[in-house]
């Protein structure tokens, strides 16, 4: 039985690469994700990722696990940035997260304490 966490080798036709789109759903390709994520924590990072590699290693990631083109395609499907792998894009995405959170506070008459 194949090693559900590594891909098939580049190339071969009987096994395309299944990636996310955009729109979060699956498709195949003939050329692998450059990005892989977690379906349940809606995260994406980097394929030697260091924190989804001990996660693999526990044998509870791999049944979540997905692949994406690029970032702006992770991005697109609603995925955020690993802290351990991507930490400048998810420092950025927290910073763009608290932005968001006080605009809506401030454009509903609620104190930052009450958002």
Not at 2 to 20: M, S, V
Request: aromatic share 8%; net charge positive.
């Amino acid at each position: 039985m194949p090693d559900a966490r590594q891909p098939p080798p580049p190339g071969d036709p009987d096994r395309p690469f299944r990636l996310l789109g955009p729109d979060g759903k699956p498709y195949e390709s003939a050329v692998p994700g450059n990005l892989g994520g977690h379906r349940g924590g809606k995260r994406y990072g980097r394929l030697d990722c260091r924190a989804a590699r001990q996660a693999i290693a526990r044998g509870g990631y791999v049944k979540y696990r997905v692949f994406f083109a690029d970032e702006a395609t992770a991005i697109a499907a609603g995925y955020r940035p690993c802290a351990v792998c991507l930490p400048q894009a998810y420092a950025a995405w927290v910073r763009a997260q608290s932005a968001t959170r006080h605009a809506c506070a401030a454009s509903s008459g609620q104190s930052e304490e009450h958002a």
